[in-house]
């Protein structure tokens, strides 16, 4: 009988869910969802490789990247922007380039073009053919247009020195 006292024609019919849950407390769904989450996540991780990591970079890169660190390392203790950069020639490096916009009120003097200047002084040519740069972060466009002006071969940038090409013909 209903609340108004006439008595209903048609039965609802609960679904299978609920009257499990009446009987036992917990809804169904809930295992349904974890379970399906289980299957996916194992379906994901069999298509899809874990990565691989990273090979180690040689000696002499890590030492490169060491000094690019160094640079940067020293731009910050001098209050300047966290970015630093070597040039590198024949396994030595003849340019080092801490950021000097902020010291120098230079807006040209980011790392990668100091440490190019650097060589450039030191080796007293403005064509460092078969040289490369190693620095702390991608070089921007304008630093790219430069380290190709002066026939940079190669550009490695990041603690995994991401090989980032040859610049301006990336």
Known sequence: ????GIKADIAIAEPKCLQWRMNHGIHMSRFDRRRFAIVAVGSFAAFFQ???PARALDASKQLFVAEAARMKQQAIASGDQPFGAVVVMAENIVGFGPSRVVTDR???AHAERVALWDAQRRLGSRDLSGAVIYSTSRPCSV???ALTESNIERMFFGPEATDAGTPGRT
């Open 106 to 108: 230079d807006p040209n």
């Open 1 to 4: 009988m209903s609340d108004f």
């Open 50 to 52: 874990a990565r691989r």
């Open 143 to 145: 630093c790219e247009k």
